[in-house]
């Protein structure tokens, strides 16, 4: 390893700083919605949006995992990729006039 690369590990994170992150509140709030809907004689509204919240922390959790400069930069290099090849082509195609 260089002396010169940063060290990018992330320190482990302790169950109470998760729970009280934002995902972790959202989650909370998404559980709390589900056990007072079915507690409430199983309100429909209530449990539904539970189960929105919930599905929605889960999402964001993934999202927010995501290495998103590397997809990125993997997109940008796609697209200037595709970019050179239609420069490519229409230069072949100003040759062949």
């Given at each position: 390893?260089?002396?010169?690369?940063?060290?990018?590990?992330?320190?482990?994170?302790?169950?109470?700083?998760?729970?009280?992150?934002?995902?972790?509140?959202?989650?909370?709030?998404?559980v709390a919605c589900i056990v007072y809907g079915?507690?409430?004689?199983?309100?429909?509204?209530?449990?539904?949006?539970?189960?929105?919240?919930v599905g929605g922390s889960v999402a964001l959790?993934?999202?927010k995992k995501k290495d998103w400069d590397a997809?990125?930069?993997?997109?940008?290099?796609?697209?200037?990729?595709?970019?050179?090849?239609?420069?490519?082509?229409?230069?072949?195609?100003?040759?062949?006039?």
């Amino acid at each position: 390893m260089d002396a010169q690369e940063p060290n990018t590990t992330k320190p482990k994170q302790s169950l109470l700083g998760r729970l009280f992150s934002a995902e972790g509140a959202i989650f909370c709030i998404g559980v709390a919605c589900i056990v007072y809907g079915l507690a409430d004689g199983f309100k429909v509204m209530q449990f539904f949006f539970g189960l929105c919240i919930v599905g929605g922390s889960v999402a964001l959790h993934f999202v927010k995992k995501k290495d998103w400069d590397a997809h990125w930069a993997e997109h940008n290099r796609l697209h200037d990729a595709h970019q050179q090849r239609l420069e490519a082509e229409q230069r072949d195609k100003k040759k062949e006039q």
